[in-house]
Nanobody, 123 residues
Framework: QVPLVESGGGLVQAGGSLRLSCAAS????????AGWFRQAPGKEREFIAT????????YYADSVKGRFTVSRDNAKDTVYLQMNSLKPDDTAVYYC????????????????WGQGTQVTVSS
């Protein structure tokens, strides 16, 4: 098991920024690829970004490319999602996830999930 805990969500005005953190509690995250997903009310959970265990490979959904940046600090067993130029459409519950092996865009490939953190962007 890799218990994951997200933090950093909140209410922000359009155009603002937030940084989400995802920490592994009591277990190392450094050997796992990580992903960020989000789910808005009435919608399916969608891929946002993924980062390899080393941090050397990152991929983004087109909807956030150029605005969001995923990174990690393996010494702290923490993965981050820096979100800039936020839009009301970014409003959702954001989840981090971890998997063994390489990056993936698919929710079905991730074995470990956090509880989610709410991000609300006002217009």
């Amino acid at each position: 098991q890799v218990p994951l805990v997200e933090s950093g969500g909140g209410l922000v005005q359009a155009g603002g920024s937030l940084r989400l953190s995802c920490a592994a509690s009591g277990r190392t995250l450094s050997t796992y690829a990580a992903g960020w997903f989000r789910q808005a009310p009435g919608k399916e959970r969608e891929f946002i970004a993924t980062i390899s265990w080393s941090g050397g490979r990152t991929y983004y959904a087109d909807s956030v490319k150029g605005r969001f940046t995923v990174s990690r600090d393996n010494a702290k067993d923490t993965v981050y999602l820096q979100m800039n130029s936020l839009k009301p459409d970014d409003t959702a519950v954001y989840y981090c996830a971890a998997k063994a092996g390489g990056n993936s865009w698919s929710v079905y490939d991730y074995s470990y999930w956090g509880q989610g953190t709410q991000v609300t962007v006002s217009s």
